[in-house]
């Protein structure tokens, strides 16, 4: 008999992947861009690095708490139609037996099957809560994101790669090149372990970031070469 092989998944549910990776790029992208355009108008290193502080105390605020209240959001939306779900689950068992098995049926399994397996959910109303709420929203009611998950995620991955860009200044460099170069080293690791996430290329992950970046960049540094000090 063939041994049961586990397949192992990674965290697509959105918990924390999500939030550090867009809190990472978001924090890179927008230091990036912020120094670009405060050293295009002309800025010396410590005005520079005030922005770069700034920005970074900023934004992983904002970040952490952005995405604490989508999260958390987005649960108590799902928690109201997952009570919803149950009162109906209660009130009409048949007919929510019903509606599962016509949607068993189409999707091509024997209607005596879907029609025994509805059955047995039928009186184990937990077990019916969560197909239905599989079914229909989408969502594993216990398996939702946390939003302290993504809000630490967010806060912290905003942070690093907000700092990245800045740490040529911090160590003690006035080059803008540099630290544009930098922080264009940071996109492109970055977008290349995101490409090992979703088993792309890597090397072309990396290289879609740093193109993103690099447009920002260019647009607030002509900002800045426009507007100047």
């Known amino acids: 008999m063939t041994p049961v092989r586990e397949h192992h998944h990674a965290d697509v549910s959105g918990g924390w992947l999500r939030a550090a990776t867009f809190g990472a790029m978001d924090g890179l992208v927008t230091n990036i861009a912020l120094i670009a355009g405060v050293g295009g108008g002309g800025a010396g290193r410590h005005v520079l690095v005030l922005t770069g502080v700034a920005g970074l105390v900023a934004g992983a605020i904002s970040m952490g708490i952005g995405e604490y209240t989508s999260v958390r959001t987005q649960n108590e939306q799902v ?41 047995i959910l039928k009186v184990h109303p937990d077990q019916a809560l969560r197909v239905h709420a599989q079914e229909e929203l989408g969502v594993v ?48 690791v970055a977008g290349a372990l995101i490409g090992r996430f979703t088993a792309r290329p890597w090397w072309l992950g990396g290289l879609r970031q740093l193109a993103l970046g690099a447009l920002a960049a260019v647009a607030t540094y002509g900002i800045g070469v426009l507007i100047g000090v």
């Open 141 to 188: 009611p216990d398996e939702l994101p946390s939003p302290w998950t993504a809000a630490g995620s967010s806060f912290v991955c905003f942070a690093l790669g907000a700092l990245i860009p800045l740490l040529t200044y911090l160590l003690g460099f006035d080059s803008l090149g540099l630290a544009l170069g930098v922080g264009g080293f940071g996109l492109f």
């Open 79 to 119: 928690e109201a139609e997952l009570a919803k779900e149950l009162r109906e689950l209660t009130q009409n068992p048949e007919g929510e037996a019903d509606e599962q098995v016509e949607r068993w049926v189409a999707r091509g399994l024997p209607e005596s099957l879907a029609r025994q397996v509805a059955d």
